[in-house]
């Protein structure tokens, strides 16, 4: 007996209130999205489940794609059948047969109240006819095999296997943030960890050149493809840096440098996300990680904005930010040998706990405003979007 559908669990949207139509609408529509090269497929969206009927498409490629979409709880393949315990009792026998165990436990729930039997009745009557028609014995425990049946409306599902999904809430629902992304390991994380939570993104990177590489850019596009399995289309807004830069290095002691740096970034990344309709920035920061990831460090820098920072890593170790580097495919990139702005120019002795003062009388000594708005007025965009080859 093959399983026709894919039941979609919801997870976190359960609790949305009045909220949950519309959550459940953004992820169904994420989910035709996220599917739309499976020419075969239909889908089913009810209040408590979405149902992607496979119509002979490959079950493993269509699970993998939607364990990329965020919002989904958990996933199983399932089988339905007409509200009958007769035809229940012979599809659980039948599909429970083609699992390899010695025991089994069955669970039962009846959304349908309308059904005859309660769900310990149904528990019973499936379990008894598979003791009577195998060798399998019960174990409520720690069973080899967990026999799920879910009778509804529309009929009754049965089910032996479910695998997690991404969790988080659909892709759209909780706004759009400007990430601020560099070469590294840790802002691609970020950007997943935001995706996961709804948030979608614009991309916003400091090119320096020549004193960065061209090469950078191209390790930027690789990132972004990669993360364009969680969104399809991601916008990047590169920012000349150069000169910025060059009067910052011109005009602050090298200890400061870092800092200042960074509060003309937050500036830069402010304007653009108010021009981009954007009302967060986001950063990869992880806390102390590097001497501008400081509590000190990051007060100094955000007082150059009222926009709030979102800084998804910022509790993270390294460790922890690798190891999910490496699960979204993102690491081996990252560690590509071409360098950003940030890591070209870092200070030997930063300041890991920067006064404000002293950052408010360097920037005093040249008009940075003229700067920003130059560089402003010179980004460059790059729209990376998904493609087929990508997705498998």
């Known amino acids: 007996m ?3 559908y894919i039941m979609v669990r919801f997870g976190e949207l359960s609790t949305k209130g009045k909220n949950k139509t519309d959550f459940i609408n953004t992820l169904y529509k994420n989910i035709q999205h996220a599917l739309k090269d499976f020419k075969g497929l239909s889908f089913e969206k009810r ?10 498409e490959d079950e493993n490629k269509v699970l993998a794609r939607l364990q990329d979409v965020s919002g989904i709880f958990a996933l199983s393949l399932v089988h339905r059948t007409e509200n009958d315990l007769n035809a229940i ?3 659980s026998l039948e599909l429970i047969k083609q699992e390899e165990g ?4 069955v669970k039962c729930k009846r959304a349908n109240k309308r059904f005859e039997m309660i769900s310990d009745e149904i528990t019973r009557h499936v379990a008894g006819n598979i003791l009577a028609n195998t060798d399998l014995k019960v174990d409520v425990h720690n ?3 967990l026999l799920s049946i879910e009778v509804r409306d529309e009929g009754t599902y049965i089910f032996v296997k479910t695998i997690p999904g991404a969790g988080g809430y659909p892709l759209g629902v909780a706004g759009k943030a400007m990430m601020m992304i560099s070469g590294g390991i840790d802002s691609p994380v970020a950007s997943y960890l935001l995706m996961k939570r709804g948030v979608t993104l614009e991309c916003i990177h400091f090119a320096s050149p020549p004193y960065t590489s061209e090469g950078v850019i191209y390790k930027l596009q690789d990132l972004l493809t990669k993360l364009n399995r969680y969104q399809p289309r991601i916008r990047l807004h590169i920012i000349p840096f150069t000169k910025l830069q060059e009067e910052i290095y011109n005009h602050a002691d090298e200890s400061y440098a870092i800092t200042i740096m960074r509060r003309m970034m937050f500036r830069l990344a402010s304007r653009l996300a108010k021009r981009r309709h954007c009302p967060v920035i986001a950063s990869g920061e992880s806390l102390g990680q590097v001497a501008s990831q400081t509590i000190q460090s990051m007060n100094v820098i955000n007082e150059v904005t009222n926009m709030p920072v979102l800084r998804p ?3 993270m170790d390294k460790v922890e930010i690798i190891n999910l580097a490496r699960k979204i495919d993102t690491y081996e990139i990252s560690i590509r040998p071409y360098e950003d ?3 070209i120019f870092a200070p030997k002795n930063p300041k890991t706990a920067p006064n404000l003062e002293e950052c408010l009388k360097i920037e005093e000594k040249f008009d940075y405003e003229s700067l920003i708005a130059e560089a402003l007025n010179n980004v460059e965009v790059k729209i990376i979007e998904e493609k087929e080859d990508d997705l498998f």
């Open 89 to 91: 009792k012979r599809d």
């Open 47 to 56: 209040y408590d489940h979405i149902y992607v009927l496979l119509n002979g």
């Open 313 to 315: 890593c910022v509790t």
């Open 102 to 105: 010695k025991t089994f436990k």
């Open 341 to 343: 702005c940030c890591t």
């Open 2 to 4: 093959n399983y026709e």
């Open 143 to 145: 069973p080899d095999i």
